[in-house]
């Protein structure tokens, strides 16, 4: 009998006994001293050498934007017929990054897969920041951005009101839905983790931020109760929001008239690549933070096994769709329809339409091998490589078939400018700022939930007390 | 709130508080406030709710204030307007200026010979909108694009405002006491003046200049038009001896054939009309004309031909004595002295394998007799434009006319003008609204010619290369601020002004006026009255002036036939011809589109109108035909070097469908040196035309070379073809009768929304492609009519031009001579339209009379209108484009229009400040809207009447009718976004026999 | 019932005639001190803008 087949009493099959989800032995004191010593170390030349880097890029991006501000958007870009590029490429692209950390956080929690325990807390948290970036572009992309706020229905005394019908405004509460949601869901399972930051540490000043941050967290029975219930209910709302959010950013694609955007498969298809652009962000970041942070016995090999066969079912979903894409393309004899598939693949851009298609269908299937998804190496080259090729599918989306789309004498070449390529680069600077600081502030597993699955917390009914 | 102090600022810069301590004021008035209730009470501790001690010293009123004033000021910070300005009604109105009530005034403009009479709407005492004047029999109310934009060179930047003598600002006074100074002295030596002006079309300046002539024996006067074509009046004075000004009659012509000739491109608003009245066809059985053109470039007729072969231009005068052969040997008579012994009878080579072509034209102009036509392209060598007037004299054409005209000079007669100024011939020089600086092809010569003449002055409109050369600059009155007259076949045109001087300018008329008191001579003081004086004597009786004023113009009844054709001058031409040879490159030298000689370059309107045929603005490339792009390895935008016996130019070259083989094709009147908006655009071509006015437009032995490098084209339309799609449709008389709608079937469409019901009104368009010549003169009417803003040529080159009404020009067929279609694109005012639904924050929508309807001020510019609209016909402005305009450029807007900020989506609105100028007209005067009442700007401004506003919902409308037509049909209807545009089928009236423009003959 | 029994004319009264030492004699324009030393100066002249002038002579067609 082995001692981590902590669920059940009496004899498991070898083949039913999960493997472990830690490496070594792990207690519930060993766990807090990993995790939760970590941000009241100092952070080392390393670290501080990252931050740099990062904040260069997010304080490039933000002059960029002023400079756009100052300007408009002729600073970038933007054309006619190509009206949205780059500002809603990386609007899409953020918001798909985040749902990696909702599904990891919300859905496998409801499915009860005890693997998330150990890597929701930062999987959330990369959500969190990708939102954040991706809510920038909404902002800085209209023509007259001092006059935003007019996307949300304030009363006013014009008698005027927004109009709901457009998927743009669908998209506000969308969006807004997912942060607050994400936060809330967030900052509430970090509450009994930051309660036993605050009574660890020593200084007075870490005490008061994590006594006004625990909200009066005291461990009590009661407390835990709510906490389970709120966590639950939470879970359950967010759950929702991993497939009605990017849907509803579809949406802005779907119900337009633009051939090539009106497809009833972008739904679907946006979401499973929202999840699939998620989840290789999650593995290169958590494959770095392993690394780090010596967290290699909680987040193991397993946890980036895992997440790996998740990317690769992604990746089929995506060539699916692409397939499904060419099949409708053919199948609708329309010719806009076809004219948009076929530019995708021998147009102007066609090269996009390629590298796309490698970064995100070919090139992942590396994955079926489990010494790939063992791998470093491969992990991170086709994370990258998925990134890249999820970038250049919305660039393929919304430029490709913008640019050619029903009358020729619209038809027009998008080029960008470098104020495109600053602001993209402000955003990953701002991303991973907000990851690096996480990092050193927060504690990144959330040991509650972790503690939840060792060996030692499941109750054994008269099992043997041997380790 | 307390009471604006002092300190506040005045009243027209509205500020709130700058400082907190503004608002707070003086401690005095603190302690006043807080003694509000109950003077010298303390306040009492309201805090006590929370168990708070209550804050010392800060009381909950002083609290509150700090916040508003705080929010207000981050507020007002965030609301402060930029460009507010005073405004203040008069106190002592001019007499003529009612604010909000526009003034017309009759007028005409001169452009070479031509003569437009316009209508000229003034707003505040301005002039903002030039169309035709619609009492002119001739023009009916139509005039071309060049006229309509020339309203913005009144308020021109770069306009001299005040003389100036040696490069300082001197008074009028001081000029031309030198300018007299100069005359007098040389008519006191008897040395000759020589005096450039342009063409002389003014009866009044003609007499004016033959009182200066009286006065001042030795002047030697030549009338310079670049672009009026030297070969033209060359021709003239050979076939005719003298120069004749010539005139279609489209309205008489069955059967027309060009020689290069581009008489539909705008320039001949009358021959625009006749055009549209012929072409615009109810029924197959309507008696419909033909048109035949044989050209080297695309021009815009050449698109509109029923039939269309590209040859050499060289080779045109050869192929048309051969059609004179033919005509001959059918029995048509020919003048007394025609000698066509040079000319081999015969097909002519370049139509081999096509030879039913060749009998399907003299068929056609045999059968049609007096009511054929031949039209020679201004630029075209002097032998085609004699077999022209051959072959109309053998027809006794009925549909041409012309009347004895002032003669042009040539660049011969300019190159002699050189060689006398070289040789120190003249004692003075005067240059009058010409540039021969900059359009002597000799450019070099010039100057140094010049410099030897000891005065030279200066009479125009802004400093240009020749008023470089000159030492006495007067600054001329625009035509917008002057009196003159001109003849046109239909009437006598005046001119009168519509606004009182901007600048210390005067008449250049003026100024010579006072050249003949100074030399002794009687003449008034004001052209004003010389004009008045003139017209008194002649007006016909119970006209008087103030009603020809009124009208613009008065009617005559013009026998303006042509003069008898000088058969004797034929053997000389055709040998010319016959021994005529296509050999190498030819260039073609022709005025460009959007600047004619050079004079509009400054123009940016026009600059940025894109050229009807290539879609470029500004920029002048070197068209080069598919075939030797092809052989020579050119591609679109790659610079070559352009070189011709000397001069070369390095400049971008486009290839050009249609084009004949060995034929290249360059504008004039680009590359200037002067002008803020003109500086530096395109390339000066006139360095390579010739001194041979036989043929100095069309010049063979050019070499053209790869040179390295690639120019980003700001071109409006970089894609040619319709790719199959249903977008323009064009029929041959044969499927308009029998098969109207072709293939097509009108779509079901199925909606599960309830179609919006239109209760008074329901705005409707129809534009019949049969009629729409591609001119463009819609898109400038509309660009003057409501403000779009001129954006420049890196902007352009990005694809973020701003016109509201476009001209989509698309080649179908083969490139090497391609079918050509043109159709106006302008928002379709959808019923169910796509815009509407994707604005998040309603910024679009549709009016209860059927229009899609844009409010600037709510749009926030997220653009997703501008994707899902189908057509492409919403315009963003990406950037400021109109922030740097200050007055006087700013005095063109139209202010019933708003000038849109940056941010902003923005299109068509079918002018509906016009709509509801009228329903607010009809509505005071308790009447219906009549039936064409409303004229969209593009409405008025298309000469062949192209373009019909009106209400969908009235049975008996003009755009009712024309909706049921049976070539009609809608853009993209497949999608149901129900535009409110039909467009009708154009149509094509080749013979019925085969030989039709589509893959028609060409080189290979 | 106030401690001390109001006499409504006599307040207004002493408002009236208090009013403007209360409310700041700057609101009221009534600050003789003058502090600021007079009224500011009126903002610089815009560039004078071109006179448009109705033409000569000229006959309109229609107003």
Known sequence: MRADAANLPGDIPEGLIEPSLTVGKVTPGSLDDQVLAFPETRPPKQWYIGLAITLTALFTGLGFIGYTFFTGIGAWGNNSPVFWAFDIINFVFWVGIGHAGTLISAILFLFRKRWRNAIARFAEAMTIFAVMCAVIFPLIHVGRPWLAFWLFPYPNQRALWTNFRSPLLWDVFAVNTYFSVSLMFWYLGLIPDIASMRDRTTSRLRRTIYTVLALGWRGAASHWQHYEKAYLLLAGLATGLVLSVHSVVSFDFATSVVPGWHMTIFPPYFVAGAIFAGFAMVVMVLVVVRETMQLKNLITMRHLDVMNKVILAMSCIMGYSYMMEGFTAWYSMNEYLHHGFMNIITGTYGWAGWLTISCNILIPQILWFKKARASYFWMIFIAIGVTIGMWFERFVIIVISLHQDYLPSAWRVYRPTMTDFGILLGTFGLFFTLVLIFARVLPVIATTEVKAILPDAQPHHGDDHHA | MKTRLPEHGPVETPRFWRTLDERIETPEAQRAAQDEFLPGAVPGPFDDVHGLPPQSGFSRRDFLGLVSATAALAATVACDRKGQGTVVPYTRRPVEIVPGVANYYASAFQEGRRVYPVLVKTREGRPIHITGNDEHPGVKGKTSPRAMADVLRLYDPDRLRAPKAEGRTVGWAEAESRLHGALVAAKAAGRPVLLISGAVASPTRKALLADLKAALPALEHLAFEPAAGDAAEEAAQASFGQSVDLQPRLAKAKVILSLGADFLNGEDPEALGAWGAKRRLKNAKDEINRLWVLEGPLTLTGTNADVRVPVSPSRLGAMAYALAKELAAKGVAVPAGTDLSSISAGVPAELGETSKLWSNLVKDLHRAGRNAVVLCGAQMPVEAHQAAHLLNAMLGSEAISGRAAEPLATVRDLDAAVQGMAAGRYAAAIFWDVNPAFAFPRASAWKEAVAKVPFRAWIGLMEDETAAQCQVLLPENHWLESWGDFTTGSAEVLQQPTIGTLYDTRHGEEVLLGVIRALGGHAPASYHAYLQGRWQKSLPLGTSFEQALHDGLVKIESKAALPAFRGASVAAAARRAAGSKAEGLELVLFPGFATHDGRHANNSWLQETPDPITKMTWDNPVSVSVQDAKALGIQEGDFVTLSLEGATLRLPAILQPGQAKGVLALALGYGRSTGGVAKGVGANAYPLMGLDPASANVRPGARLAKAGGKKDLSRTQSHHRMEGRDIVRSLTMDEFAHNPQGHHHKPELVSLYEDQTFPDHKWGMVIDLAACVGCSACVVACQSENNVPVVGPEQVARGREMHWIRIDRYYEGELENPKVVHQPMLCQHCDSAPCENVCPVNATSHSPDGLNQMAYNRCVGTRYCGNNCPYKVRRFNFLEYTAYKTEPETLVNNPEVTVRPRGVMEKCSFCVQRINDVKIRAKGEARAILDGEITTACMAGCPSDAIVFGDLKDPKSKVAQLVAASRAYRVLEELGAKPAITYLADLKNPPPNGASSEGGPHAS | ?63
């Not at chain 3, 003058?34 to 002249?45: D, F, M, R, T």
């Not at chain 3, 815009?46 to 448009?52: K, L």
């Open chain 3, 1 to 63: 019932m106030a401690a001390v029994d109001r006499k409504p004319v006599l307040d207004r009264l002493a408002a009236l005639v208090a009013g403007p030492f209360l409310l700041g004699r700057r609101a009221l324009n009534l600050d003789w001190a003058q502090a600021e030393g007079g009224p500011p100066k009126p903002p610089p002249a815009a560039p004078a803008p071109i006179a448009i002038t109705p033409p000569p002579h000229a006959i309109k067609r229609r107003g």
